[in-house]
């Protein structure tokens, strides 16, 4: 399976900042994904990054917000902006090469606004 | 809409014991797959393990199981002769086979594993 890289793996921010996580795969891969998991909780699935295009966002996040880039298939970033207390969160990227294996998680970075 | 039910939020075991954790979940789909991951403290996201729909055996992997039941709609995993390091959340997410590949996730087990 693949090997991800996630930066960072936590950080401390103040409010109405921004901050850039990023993902590197040791490979390429298909499909990526960024998620969000409120602590306690399960995931909920933000964008799917797609290479050279827009990513596509589920009901309930923007670009505004949450804009992703993925230059190549081996990067992906996501930056969380005009941070609040409310985007305190675990944010994890996941990859996929093929349908039959099942997906692979980064680390996750543990955000913390304050 | 798929949905994955986890209806134990807690459960907790003796090391070495057996221990089942249950998930349901609901499709019209007849193509598609079922995971199990396991979340320890560290946080990181590990694959269990995975079942194809279209297969009828179920899955093993070492001390982990499936029973997979599919005119039942159940996937409950089975962990056998537990260990420390099993204590973790776990989830069940589907997925369809068709050309949406995203996970439909359940809300987790938090399972401690008891010396």
């Known amino acids: 399976s693949a090997v991800i890289s996630q930066k960072p793996s936590r950080d401390i921010c103040q409010r109405g900042t921004s901050l850039t996580i990023q993902c590197q795969v040791d490979?390429?891969?298909?499909?990526m994904f960024w998620y969000r998991q409120q602590p306690g909780q399960s995931l909920t699935l933000i964008a799917t990054?797609?290479?050279?295009?827009?990513?596509?966002?589920e009901s309930g996040f923007v670009i505004d917000k949450f804009p992703i880039s993925r230059p190549n298939l081996t990067f992906s970033t996501l930056t969380v902006s005009n941070m609040s207390p409310e985007d305190s969160s675990i944010y994890l990227c996941s990859v996929g090469r093929s349908l039959n294996y099942g997906y692979t998680f980064g680390s996750g970075t543990r955000l913390t606004v304050v | 809409a798929q949905t994955v039910t986890q209806s134990q939020p807690e459960m907790s075991v003796q090391e070495a014991e057996t221990v089942t954790l249950s998930c349901t979940y609901d499709t019209s789909e007849n193509n598609y797959y079922l995971f199990w991951y396991k979340q320890p403290p560290s946080r990181q996201m590990i694959l269990v393990i995975r079942q194809e729909a279209y297969k009828q055996q179920n899955a093993t992997e070492n001390r982990f199981s499936v029973n997979f039941q599919k005119a039942a709609k159940s996937f409950s995993l089975k962990i056998s002769d537990s260990q420390l390091g099993d204590t973790a959340m776990y989830f069940c997410a589907f997925m369809n086979a068709g050309n949406n590949r995203k996970l439909i996730w359940g809300l987790g087990t938090s399972l401690a594993v008891n010396p």
């Open positions: 990054a797609n290479q050279g295009s827009e990513a596509t966002y």
């Open positions: 490979s390429q891969v298909t499909m």
